[in-house]
Structures are given as C-alpha cells and as structure tokens.
C-alpha cells in the first residue's frame, strides 16, 4: 500500500528517508554526498512522483521504491 509523503509528519519522513539514505549509503563513485544532501534529494524526488512511499502490512516496513515500480 502507498503512503502519501504528505500524509506523514516531518519526522515521520525524515526517519523514512535517513533510514533509506543510510541503508544504502552516501558514496556514489567519485562523489560523496551528506546525509542532507541525499535526504533533500529524496525529497524532491518524493515531491516530483519519482518515488513513492511503500508500507509493506504484513512485515509492517516502509520501503521508499521508484514510481514505475511494482509494489
């Protein structure tokens, strides 16, 4: 099931989005991003529909997956 990123409170979606950030990391070849940095760039790719918010009920997780992703 989605969730609207403007459904959550402010610190309801940056949890969502560091915990996402730090899973995955901050280097990205020759170039190393801050954490806000790369949290600001989620957000905006949350704001354009790039991305979506995907809360998984039955193991009760958020995951943050590409728009043209399947659920």
Do not use: F, W
Not at 22 to 29: D, H
Not at 35 to 60: C, F, H, M, P, T
């Amino acid at each position: 099931m989605d969730i609207p990123y403007t459904e959550l409170s402010d610190d309801a979606l940056r949890a969502i989005i560091e915990e996402y950030v730090t899973r995955e990391g901050t280097e990205y070849g020759a170039v190393a991003y801050s954490l806000e940095s790369k949290v600001e760039q989620v957000k905006r790719q949350l704001q354009v529909g790039e991305v979506r918010i995907n809360y998984d009920a039955e193991n009760q997780t958020c995951h943050l997956v590409r728009a043209d992703q399947g659920s």
